[in-house]
């Protein structure tokens, strides 16, 4: 008999067939189950409930027969449950038996399961197999590898437009294939705890935050959310994103709750704040997710920078720069957005920008006293952790240089 207080053990076959689901604490699992049997054939449906109360905490896991039955189930998020008013959040779900450690970027990111792996035979052209697929969806792409050891036979790379489109290719295919979804070979490498190929962009120094290329670093997420939640529920809500590396709480007091989570690549953490920042957990309390840049930014812009007034809009690239003011980041620089945050409360800011690969650049003004009013006021303002110097630009025509060079 199912203990209905945590969460129980579920065959994890097929793979993704299994759905996270955040929705009202007052949902049952006949609601939940009668809400998704339209997708196919339901194998197990728990609702996790209070050990004490039995009041449910929001949160729930509905186990399909099938993968693709899953899939359908994904196009609901955002759907309500008869019988409630606020929409669910459904997202694939994380294995219950892989360790908090594990990487989860392989078997939860179901936009990374575009592709299907298949054994086809040798004389298969590229449109003969894009015409035998194309009844289960939209094929994107074929690739033919041929196999070494055996002529006979060749391996087929297929994609799709969509997860359930490969979901039920997978499925209603020729089984002398043996398909299945082809995992990219950087998650397979991560699995095997294999070290990925560096990027060799990313030997490049540069200090402009906003030119950076975009490599696989840690990334942290600020999180403000109910005290409701605990360590290990706000745990189990950011594991369904792939990536997450651990996720721990800073401070708590009666009203919320901040806490931290890391993911392994700012791509993968930009998948957390889109799916979970605005989510309501519990209903009717918001959950606040931010990169931590971010977060300290609008400190930042609060403390540093509002007694200089409210920012002013930009003025159009198309008018001429009448004078620039020369800044530079002491000892590395902020992202453009504070500084154009910054520079454009004293008005006719035209645009900011970095001199490529250094930490220094130009503020272009349409009016000499709003560039005179920055410069004065600026100069010398502690951003966090950087400093700004900020001068006059002095600007050299080419005649000027070489009297200066004659000099």
Not at 337 to 355: E, M, N, P, Q, S
Not at 380 to 401: D, F, M, N, W
């Amino acid at each position: 008999m199912s203990d209905p207080h945590r969460v129980k053990e579920i065959s994890e076959e097929p793979p993704m067939s299994r759905l996270f689901i955040i929705c009202g604490k007052q949902i049952t699992k006949e609601q939940l189950i009668k809400h998704f049997e339209t997708d196919g054939l339901i194998e197990e449906c728990v609702v996790i409930t209070d050990r004490k109360t039995g009041q449910g905490k929001g949160v729930a896991y509905v186990k399909f027969s099938k993968t693709s039955s899953a899939a359908r189930g994904l196009l609901k998020n955002g759907s309500i449950v008869e019988g409630d008013r606020r929409p669910i959040k459904v997202m694939i779900s994380a294995s219950y038996n892989r360790g908090k450690h594990s990487d989860t970027s392989a078997d939860v990111n179901e936009n990374h399961f575009l592709r299907l792996f298949a054994i086809v035979p040798s004389n298969r052209t590229e449109e003969q197999l894009k015409d035998e697929f194309g009844c289960h969806g939209t094929v994107t792409q074929i690739r033919l590898v041929a196999d070494k050891k055996n002529d006979k036979q060749c391996a087929a790379y297929i994609k799709f437009n969509t997860f359930l489109e490969t979901a039920l290719a997978i499925e209603n295919c020729n089984p002398q294939y043996k398909a299945k979804f082809c995992v990219p070979r950087k998650h397979e490498r991560e699995q095997k705890g294999q070290p990925t190929k560096a990027d060799p962009i990313s030997r490049k120094r540069t200090h402009s935050p906003d030119r950076l290329p975009a490599v696989r670093s840690d990334t942290k997420l600020v999180v403000i959310c109910s005290s409701q939640l605990n360590q290990d529920r706000l745990w189990r809500l950011f594991d369904i994103c792939p990536g997450m590396k651990y996720c721990n709480i800073i401070t708590a007091n009666e009203i919320n709750i901040t806490a931290a989570a890391v993911y392994s690549s700012r791509d993968e953490a930009q998948r957390a704040v889109d799916k979970i920042h605005g989510l309501e957990y519990p209903i009717g309390e918001r959950i606040i997710v931010q990169f931590e840049d971010e977060f300290k930014e609008e400190i930042i812009t609060k403390d540093a920078l509002s007694h200089f007034g409210p920012p002013k809009p930009l003025v159009s690239e198309l008018v001429p720069c009448v004078r620039k003011a020369f800044f530079i980041c002491i000892p590395e620089p902020v992202s453009l957005k504070l500084l154009t945050d910054a520079f454009c409360r004293f008005g006719d800011l035209i645009k900011v920008y970095f001199v490529p690969g250094k930490r220094h650049g130009y503020a272009e003004f349409a009016s000499v006293i709003s560039a005179n009013r920055a410069i004065q006021q600026l100069h010398g303002i502690q951003l966090g952790e950087c400093q700004l110097k900020v001068l006059e630009c002095a600007e050299y025509t080419g005649e000027s240089k070489r009297n200066r060079m004659e000099n």
